[in-house]
């Protein structure tokens, strides 16, 4: 009886393949703990960062925007002011106004902000840049009256590997909408409106 590698009496031999955990450490390619696997949302970034990657500089240098405004903003702006010969990873985030909430169908909103959510706002990201060393960091947040569509937030960070900056970008999101104190105002389709923080 034949089996997997042996040779059958009239053919050729079978080959099996090797899985890659097989591969003696010998001949496997060196690869850093921090490149295997998927992305630990929430985890330690110390651990996800690459030995001997260059150092990018303070927290502060590393948020190259932070802004609240009326202007329109997109994530291709955001990713153009952290771009940098260093990273070779760049993650953004797009957050656009959608057309439904709690099941109801959404015409518009209006965002307004405190005072102090500028402040909030580069606080949130220079804090994420702190947690995270090997980032750079850009957001901005839109107020006043948007359309379905628009976008609402955007984000970049750059890093050197993609798993880092891919953390860091969904923790600065997550910040974002936890501290920076701005509402949005929506208007639905049965003619009811409500008031509800940026976060929901």
Do not use: N
């Amino acid at each position: 009886m034949s089996g997997p590698g042996s040779a059958a009496p009239d053919g050729p031999t079978e080959q099996t393949a090797t899985p890659s955990a097989a591969v003696p450490d010998a001949v496997a390619p060196e690869r850093a703990p921090e490149a295997i696997g998927r992305t630990p949302f929430g985890a330690d970034p110390q651990q996800l960062r690459v030995p001997g990657d260059p150092a990018l500089g303070e927290a502060g240098a590393r948020v190259r925007r932070a802004s609240v405004g009326e202007e329109p903003i997109s994530v291709e702006e955001m990713a153009s002011a952290v771009a940098d010969p260093r990273c070779g990873a760049v993650v953004t985030f797009d957050g656009v106004v959608r057309d439904h909430d709690g099941g109801r169908t959404v015409l518009s909103l209006d965002y307004s902000a405190h005072p102090l959510a500028q402040q909030a706002l580069a606080e949130a990201a220079r804090d994420v840049a702190a947690s995270h060393e090997d980032v750079l960091i850009a957001l901005a947040h839109r107020i006043g009256p948007l359309r379905i569509g628009d976008t609402a937030l955007a984000c970049a960070v750059a890093a050197p590997h993609r798993k880092l900056a891919f953390s860091a970008c969904d923790a600065l999101v997550d910040e974002v909408k936890r501290r920076v104190p701005i509402w949005k105002h929506q208007r639905f389709a049965d003619g009811e409106a409500e008031w509800v923080g940026a976060g929901g």
